[in-house]
């Protein structure tokens, strides 16, 4: 990804990173590496289809029913009033895992036929050829003053979008893989971490959007990509916390410059029944083997 050619876009740019981390009295700064995950859901995808000269009838879970219509006709060739989508409850997942699909296959397959078809995904079709949650690649940077104040904040990330068609599409009628690249879920310039819920006068962020190609085939995963962001540089916070020798929750409460992260955090903490203390401070004794 880092070697790619990307389309980088500034997201956030104020104040004077560059003068404001010389002047920091720590700086933290890491790589971090977010792999592709798979939505795995609880069972494998199944979709039954009943397509005849007369239309289509497909029974298959699914997020987005008259997505589902639109998508189905078009790999069909028919006429969206010609499709019936019957909605059936699929095992839970995060995100959009591969349920398009097995409908679509179900689909072409029964037109061929001149059938009803039913599709049953194999754990292994789903684990195999996912529409996996993308990867990330991040470089974090951050400092802070004296007084464990942050005074800079930077991030550069690297990641790609989400894919339109499913890998049916693209077999019956001979696409290539194309990548969403307007509206929702487009490549995520837009979603990129800004560190905004902490009150830091130089801040820039920067996307590198990483072309589809060549790449495992992504579908938004729940909350798409701001786990990635938010691991990263919430592991740079914590480090921050560490240098400054300050808990790390206090650290969050003294530079959250946002009123409902700060009560998100107090509650969590409540919660938690969080004791305050210095990372690293308590020596942990392990069990003998």
């Known amino acids: 990804m880092r070697a790619a050619k990307t389309t980088d876009t500034v997201i956030a740019d104020w104040g004077d990173a560059a003068k404001a981390f010389a002047g920091a009295a720590h700086v933290a700064s890491s790589s971090y590496r977010c792999p592709y995950q798979s939505h795995a859901p609880f069972a494998a995808n199944c979709a039954l289809a009943d397509v005849g000269p007369n239309g289509a009838l497909v029974m298959s879970s699914t997020q987005d029913i008259y997505n589902s219509r639109d998508m189905l006709a078009e790999v069909l060739g028919l006429p969206v009033a010609k499709v019936r989508v019957q909605y059936y409850e699929g095992s839970g997942t995060f995100g959009r895992s591969c349920y398009e699909d097995a409908a679509q296959a179900a689909a072409v397959m029964s037109q061929a036929v001149g059938k009803p078809v039913r599709v049953q995904f194999m754990r292994s079709d789903e684990l195999g050829w996912d529409d996996y949650g993308p990867a990330h690649l991040a470089d974090v940077r951050a400092g802070i003053d004296a007084g464990g104040k942050l005074v800079a904040y930077e991030y550069h990330g690297w990641q790609h979008g989400w894919m339109v068609n499913e890998t049916t599409h693209e077999l019956a009628l001979l696409t290539p893989p194309k990548e969403r690249t307007t509206g929702a879920g487009s490549i995520p310039v837009n979603r990129m971490s800004t560190g905004s819920m902490y009150a830091v006068a130089n801040r ?86």
Request: hydrophobic share 50%; proline share 7%.
């Open 204 to 289: 820039r962020v920067v996307s590198h959007a990483v072309p589809m190609v060549g790449y495992l085939k992504g579908a938004p995963l729940r909350s798409p990509l701001d786990l990635s962001f938010a691991f990263a540089s919430e592991q740079t916070i914590d480090e921050l916390a560490f240098l400054a020798k300050i808990d790390p929750l206090e650290f969050r409460r003294n530079n959250i410059g946002d009123e409902r992260w700060l009560g998100v955090l107090n509650a969590a903490a409540e919660a938690a029944a969080w004791k305050p203390r210095v990372a690293a401070s308590v020596a942990v004794r392990l069990p003998r083997s």
